[in-house]
Nanobody, 116 residues
């Protein structure tokens, strides 16, 4: 069965850290992206990593604070989020592009809340 399962969201104070996980099962992905959507705002691309893990890129708003990585053995991508700010509050979604077919799959979303 093809699916993406996210985990790791939660509530944290400003300056804190969280790590999101996105586990892919049933397929090999050529790239994976993390998006976020805050209330009343458009969905924003946060970070991307290739299936080989040889290329990453980040939105300017998170550069130097967030890091995307991949565990090949677990077919899982992580988003390490440090120095969190209230503006990082959003629902975070992972999206994977399947190798060869190019089909895209989305995770269910996980809430991240940064508040004092």
């Amino acid at each position: 069965q093809v699916q993406l399962v996210e985990s790791g969201g939660g509530s944290v104070q400003p300056g804190g850290s969280l790590r999101l996980s996105c586990a892919a099962s049933g397929f090999t992905f050529s790239s994976m992206r993390w998006y976020r959507q805050a209330p009343g705002k458009e969905r924003e691309l946060v970070a991307v990593i290739t299936g080989l893990g040889d290329y990453t890129n980040y939105a300017d708003s998170v550069k130097g604070r967030f890091a995307i990585s991949k565990d090949n053995n677990k077919n899982t991508v992580y988003l390490q989020m440090n120095s969190l700010k209230p503006d990082d509050t959003a629902v975070y979604y992972c999206q994977a592009r399947r190798a060869i077919t190019g089909l895209e799959y989305w995770g269910q979303g996980t809430q991240v809340t940064v508040s004092s």
